[in-house]
């Protein structure tokens, strides 16, 4: 009986791919994930910054719409 070397590239090509496959799944499930965090934290710290500067007190508002400071015992009373 002789020896007859194997080729081992069709296997080496079939892990390969096999490989790259679940790489690419695991990109693409941790990039919606990680995009749909940032999206979360950008929408929940928009929504403070505005919760932040509609509660403020102690403002009044200018002509430009630019807030300044004034302090609650020189404001008038109705």
């Known amino acids: ?3 007859r070397p194997r080729d081992a ?3 080496l090509t079939l892990w390969t791919s096999a490989v790259v496959g679940v790489g ?3 990109f693409f499930t941790f990039g919606v994930a990680l995009l749909a965090t940032l999206l979360s ?3 929940l ?4 910054y ?3 500067a509609v509660t403020r007190r102690g403002t ?3 002509h430009g719409g630019v807030g300044v400071p004034v302090a609650l ?3 008038r009373r109705a």
């Open 41 to 43: 934290v950008v929408t």
């Open 73 to 75: 015992a020189a404001r």
């Open 9 to 11: 590239r069709t296997r």
């Open 50 to 52: 505005v919760g932040w």
């Open 45 to 48: 710290a928009g929504a403070a």
């Open 24 to 26: 690419v799944l695991l």
């Open 1 to 3: 009986m002789g020896y």
């Open 60 to 62: 009044v508002a200018r």
